[in-house]
């Protein structure tokens, strides 16, 4: 897993930076404009991570690989391109969750993001377990601890802590992918939830996961803390790029 070195488009900013005219930006919703100057203008993007399919081949690591890529998970996750930190800082202020779509409005352009167009951007389709924290007990008689220790080099080592270290290579790299990538965040990549285990067994299972809910309840996640970091700035982009 590498980062991306992502190119950081210009775009014009004068109007956020002199008090100028957003309406444009935001539909004419005073409240918005608001909140973007004071709160979501200046607020931290998570910096994108990427996994090369060939260098898990070359490494020999294709246990990993066949599993990444039976959840169709290879474009989302090799996936580079421009960011446009001003933008995608637009599109989460005005985003809005209509129905199974996202909505939002970003310098003139409403963005309708159907199941569709993340099948033609990420390559990813609506369709298998609905995981969330509320969810949980979707996955039948997963139990937290004890999977943890099937994912341990040493199976009778005493656990206090769930964490990524003494976990065998296979888990080790899906924690990573789960943490930086799939369900990205800002700190505390070591400790693990029991969202990031029950994404490993499903994946180590070849139980198939609805990563575009998964994406989705982390999104409104990031937006709803205002101490979390935006993420997939890569995709966001790419969204705003289709439209």
Not at 86 to 103: A, C, D, S
Request: net charge positive; charged share 25%.
């Amino acid at each position: 897993m590498e980062s991306t070195p992502p190119t950081l488009k210009r775009v014009k900013t004068r109007a956020v930076r002199s008090g100028g005219r957003l309406e444009g930006w935001f539909s004419g919703d005073n409240d918005l404009i608001e909140r973007y100057r004071f709160e979501t203008s200046t607020k931290m993007i998570n910096n994108p991570k990427v996994v090369c399919f060939d260098w898990l081949k070359s490494q020999k690591l294709d246990n990993v690989r066949r599993l990444l890529k039976d959840q169709s998970l290879r474009k989302f996750l090799e996936m580079k391109g421009n960011m446009y930190p001003y933008l995608i800082r637009v599109f989460y202020t005005n985003l809005k969750f209509e129905g199974n779509n996202l909505v939002s409005h970003v310098k003139g352009v409403d963005t309708e993001i159907t199941y569709d167009v993340w099948t033609v951007v990420a390559g990813l389709k609506y369709s298998g377990l609905k995981i969330n924290k509320g969810n949980l007990g979707v996955v039948e008689d997963f139990n937290k601890v004890q999977y943890y220790k099937i994912c341990l080099k040493n199976q009778n080592a005493q656990v206090r802590t769930c964490s990524v270290g003494g976990s065998r290579l296979d888990e080790r790299l899906l924690v990573l992918v789960v943490t930086w990538i799939l369900t990205p965040r800002g700190s505390n990549h070591f400790l693990l939830t029991k969202e990031d285990l029950m994404y490993i067994y499903c994946i180590m299972k070849n139980i198939r996961i609805n990563w575009i809910h998964i994406i989705k309840e982390h999104m409104q996640k990031e937006m709803r803390l205002s101490d979390y970091h935006y993420p997939y700035a890569v995709l966001i982009s790419k969204f705003l790029l289709y439209f």
